[in-house]
Each structure stands twice: as structure tokens, then as C-alpha cells.
């Protein structure tokens, strides 16, 4: 999933907004013939995710650079286990260094936060899914961190489905309208799904044969028999505040999806530090 004509251009930007004019620091105090090795080393447990992209950010900044992976994304590391080893002049690590952790931070952060929320629906056929509640600009890697995780990716954009939610459905002026504009404009190609907040919604959904339908903000016990009541006549998805939810439970009311926007736009990122030898 890692492509670097996706990603070259945000690293690219990334590094010109740490490095501005010049590492002035590294600059006047570190010889340009200097050379060192250092380790990436996890602080905390958690599930690796990022490497190509740390590997690229030296790339980058210097080729002469090498980076020698000692896990592989996501592989499970706990404290004081050693990530990736990297050698060089010493100018471009220290100067790669903050893009280059930030980014493994960061994702790892996501992939270890989606492995827990996947380990605690294990066995049930839910799956867990992100949102479109990413950092701009870093989606596509924040995605790549879910899937890394063991989740499944939302829509990527706009563009990759329909998705009527509830602002949609008032300026359409109902579900029914809205779906029928849907099929008259929108790709044959492309699912429809609908958020609903009651069972008359789920109904109406049924009637206009959408493919999925999203329930909202609803208990354990209307999500439940809201599944019972849609069948196989559409997939199902669990959403609002599933952050904060026992997952396990949602999962055993019968949902196909449970999406879950905490998964980028509040996650810790992992402790992660990079000391020379």
C-alpha cells in the first residue's frame, strides 16, 4: 500500500518545514566528515508501522544514509526492543532525525491503537474501519497505519463513495429523495449508504434498496434490532463515538462494520526514541 509517488511530496514538505533555511544547530557543531550510528528504540509497547517513510525521510536528506530495519511494520515491539538501526554522515541523521520520528510516531501510534480495537472484536465477523478524520495532507498515510493495524479503510475521499449522512438527507429533503438523485447522477459503479438515527430511517432505507446502512449513535439494544430488522438486505455500520465504546459488545449486536474516527484524530502517538551509539 506504501507508494512513494504518494508520499514523497508530504516527507518533501514535511522536511522544508523543519529544516527552513538550514539545521543551523548541526551545522556549527558537527563536522561535515563526521560519521555515526544510532537505533530507533521503542519506549512503550506497541505495533510498529512506518519504516519506508523513515527510511525515504533520510533518503531525502542525504543517500549516503542507511537505514537497517530490525522489525518489519506491523510487528508488535515492546519496551527496549530495537526498531531499525541507521548509520551515516552524522549532518543528515541529526538533521533527518524530528521528520523522521514524527512520522514513526505518529503512524505507529495508529497502527497500535487499530490492533487493539481489531484484538478486542476477534472472532466476530465485524471489522474495524477508519474514518475521514485524518491530519491533512497525511490521510494516505494515516490510512496505511489503520490497515497496518488490521482495520479496513473508509472511503479514501469523496469521490470513492456515496454517503448520505444527515445534513444530506435534510437538503435533499428525505432519504428517499436523496437516494433517488443519487442513482439518477451518481456512477453505477459506486455503493450507496445512508446514516440513520431511528427505525423508521431503517426502513425507508430498505425501501430505497441502499447497500449499507450506517446506524448512529444508537444503543446496544436498538443496534441489535436494527441488524435483526435489516438482514442480509444491506451491510450494516456502527457509528458515533466508538472510541468510547466496549467494542466487543457492539460487534456481538451483529454489525458488519464499526467505524471508528479515533482511530487518527485523537490516537497517541508511541514513544519511540532515537539514541546514538
Known sequence: MYNHLQT???????????????????????????RISGRFIAKEEGVICGLAVVKRVFEMVDAAILLTRKC????????????????????????????????????????????????????????????????????????????????????????????????????????TKAIERARQNAPHTLKIEVEVENFDQIKEALQCKADIIMLDNMSLADMKKAVEMIGDKALTEASGNMGDKDLREVAETGVDIISIGALTHTVRAMDISLRFE
Open 72 to 175: 518489519g511494520d506491523g510487528d508488535k515491539m515492546r519496551k527496549g526492543d530495537v526498531i531499525a538501526q541507521v548509520n551515516g554522515p552524522a549532518q543528515g541523521i541529526l538533521t533527518g532525525e524530528r521528520v523522521a520520528l514524527n512520522f514513526l510516531q505518529r503512524l505507529s501510534g495508529i497502527a497500535t491503537r487499530t490492533r487493539q480495537a481489531a484484538d478486542q472484536i476477534s472472532g466476530t465477523k465485524a471489522v474495524i474501519a477508519d474514518t475521514r478524520k485524518t491530519t491533512p495532507g497525511l490521510r494516505v498515510l494515516e490510512k496505511y497505519a489503520v490497515k497496518t493495524g488490521g482495520g479496513s479503510n473508509h472511503r479514501f475521499n469523496l469521490a470513492d463513495g456515496i454517503l448520505i449522512k444527515d445534513n444530506h438527507i435534510r437538503a435533499a429533503g428525505g432519504i
Open 8 to 34: 514523497d511530496e508530504l516527507i518533501k514538505h514535511a522536511l522544508v518545514e523543519d529544516i527552513g533555511t538550514g539545521d543551523i544547530t548541526t551545522l556549527s557543531t558537527v563536522r561535515e566528515d563526521m
